[in-house]
């Protein structure tokens, strides 16, 4: 499942490639890839538009047009986004093809389909929605449907390779929670972006044990997490993404990061660091790899089970 560096890898090759290409037009093969508006209304309004930039918020592609509206692909699963040169076969997995004024297309493939795509009003991507309760219809409405792009990540949490995103933001956000560090890493309202391989990743070069739980750390400690989250991330983005089946970039090529990682799916094999081998544990139904020398477990109370 594609995280922050795949999906960051894929929005920097479509910057490069489709930043100012025209949309002639698109057809739907699935309708339910289309999340916003509904499918004809999605293809009568993208026609004609003009693509400004290509950028990425959390786990998802944002399309950028020119007239100020944002299209955002949520890859999900096996979702992926390729721009595919005039002549190229088609592709059965296709969920939704865009075709350019200049005869090349962009795709969005999916085999397993639960990735969304969804067209918005531009504005308040970075203003966090305050959760507060005002009575009337017309607000229920708006929660119920969000129309701005802004709404669509209301309940995500800092980008962690953001420079506001410091390692006294992380401190003060781990502050009097008691749930594990795993967990806590994949709660995408705590920290946006994060899956399971980079969680991995981080705890392991953080030499922190995933079963950890948040209010236990020093103040040293918090400053590793912080520094090893946003390292193993830009590692995966100039590795062009781990690539464990499906994802590939907007070049339909797979990224190198996954023989680089440290322990995710090393299960067995040698720590880089200390020759032990490595360990797996399921936290929160997924699958959770860690040395088990450098990562040292919490003290026993917090080893008898997931109750984060
Ligand atoms: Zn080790």
């Not at 009097?176 to 991995?200: E, H, P, W």
Request: proline residues 6%; positive net charge.
């Amino acid at each position: 499942m594609p995280e922050l560096p795949e999906v960051e890898t894929v929005a920097r090759d479509l910057q490069r490639w489709v930043a100012g290409a025209q949309i002639t037009d698109a057809e739907v093969r699935w309708p339910r890839t289309i999340r916003h508006p509904e499918p004809e209304q999605f293809v009568a309004e993208i026609r004609g538009a003009q693509i400004s930039r290509v950028g990425r918020r959390a786990k998802s592609v944002l399309i950028n047009l020119v007239d100020g509206r944002v299209m955002t692909v949520a890859l999900r699963m096996t979702g992926a986004l390729i721009v595919a040169p005039p002549g190229t076969p088609d592709d059965p997995y296709a969920r939704v093809v865009f075709e350019l004024a200049d005869g090349r297309e962009l795709r969005y493939r999916d085999v397993r389909k639960f990735g969304r795509i969804g067209l918005w009003e531009g504005g308040g991507l970075l203003r966090r929605k305050r959760a507060k309760r005002v009575k009337g219809a017309k607000r229920a409405a708006e929660a119920k449907a969000p129309y701005r792009v802004g709404d669509v990540f209301g309940r995500h949490g800092p980008e962690p390779l953001a420079t506001t995103f410091t390692a006294a933001k992380l401190a003060e956000r781990l502050r009097g929670r008691s749930a594990r560090l795993k967990t806590l890493l994949l709660d995408q309202s705590f920290i946006a972006g994060v899956g399971n391989i980079y969680a991995d990743e981080a705890l392991w070069r953080a030499r922190l044990h995933p079963l950890r739980t948040a209010d236990s750390l020093t103040p040293n400690e918090v400053a590793r997490l912080h520094r090893a989250i946003r390292s193993v991330l830009r590692q995966g983005i100039a590795n062009r993404g781990s690539s464990f089946g499906d994802y590939v970039g907007a070049d339909d090529l797979p990224g190198d990061n996954a023989e680089k990682l440290f322990v995710y799916q090393r299960t067995g094999e040698p720590c880089y660091r200390c020759g032990r081998r490595i360990e797996r544990i399921v936290v929160g139904q997924r699958s959770t790899h860690f040395c088990p020398r450098c990562q040292k477990a919490p003290e026993p109370v917090g080893q008898a089970g997931d109750a984060a």
